[in-house]
């Protein structure tokens, strides 16, 4: 095992903190950092609920995903929060915006939170999520929360990673669900609805039961639950966490939370080969632009130097 997941897992919380940051720099291989960390009947992992939150800006993730950590400890369970911002190329640091709510639980050491970006690396804040979800279900946490910005492809690669899909929305946020269309209404496993105080609440509730009745389920057999919260006082989120609750209890028992996981590791085995592949590819750049120069004199067709480029690398084409 790596010994920074030792030291992590035997309650160091600076080596998480490397751990994590070594996962979102993209510094050490994913397969080498996770080797080792036990998995299966018997071990730690897979004992954590994974929640994403989602939806569009403007709606209260970040005071729902407080309000959720305050009833999590209430139950005295541990939380770790994952504010993840796919798109922070400036300062290459996930931007923590108004998640300055959550900092109320700072000083509470059941809670730890960590923003995360991708760095610049195409597709790989799907895999970072994945991977730092997993450590953070090995060192304990009882309750792992990856919150996004927004509601774009990023954002649903994201929440691809987590057990029960939450999505997001308020009155007057926009378009509400037309922003949110972007491929996330599909997969979310939970609807909430905040700031249900305010005119216009029961009309994106309306909105949302019409969706509904229109048959979007899982293929599994789940029916998507509606909540309404005002996250800033707390209502409904005692209601919020018992949906959570029986979401999961009924992924357990139909199977569907062990499919999920099936699908995600072929997701993550698939991107890791590409990745690969890619990796030996620009170990190959010169030989391209060789015989790209070929292709673009006439002398070589695409088909053939794509040939030539896969036997170099030791694969057949068929």
Known sequence: ??????????????????????????????SELLAG???????????????????????????????????YRKQNLRVAVLAVDPSSPVTGGALLGDR??????????GV????????GQLGGLSSATQAAAKILDAV???IVIVETVGVGQSEVDVVNAVDTVILVLAPGAGDGI????????????????NKADRE??????????????????DSAGWSPEIVTTTATNGLG??????????????????????LRVAHRAKTGLRRAVLTALSDQIELHSARIDELSAQVASGNLSTDEAVTSILRELGISKH
Not at 178 to 192: F, M, N, R, S, T
């Open 112 to 119: 730890f939170i960590r923003s995360m970006s991708s760095r």
């Open 200 to 217: 216009g609440a029961e009309g994106v509730v309306r909105e949302l039961r019409s969706m509904l009745g229109l048959g979007v389920s």
């Open 1 to 30: 095992m790596h010994p920074l997941i030792e030291s992590a897992i035997a309650g160091d919380v600076r080596a998480l903190g490397k751990v994590l940051s070594e996962i979102e720099d993209g510094a050490t291989d994913l």
């Open 37 to 71: 960390i036990p998995s299966g009947a018997g071990s730690k992992i897979g004992n954590a609920q994974v929640i994403g939150i989602t939806g569009p800006p403007g709606v209260g993730k970040s005071t729902t995903t407080g309000a959720l950590i305050t009833e």
């Open 237 to 258: 989120i005692p209601e919020l966490v018992t949906a959570i609750s029986n979401h999961r209890t009924w992924a357990i028992a139909s199977g569907s939370r062990d």
């Open 178 to 193: 037309q922003a949110a269309k972007a491929g996330i209404l599909e997969i979310a496993d939970l609807y909430v609805v």
């Open 140 to 142: 304990g946490f009882d």
């Open 100 to 109: 300055i709510r959550m900092q109320e639980h700072a000083l509470d050491e």
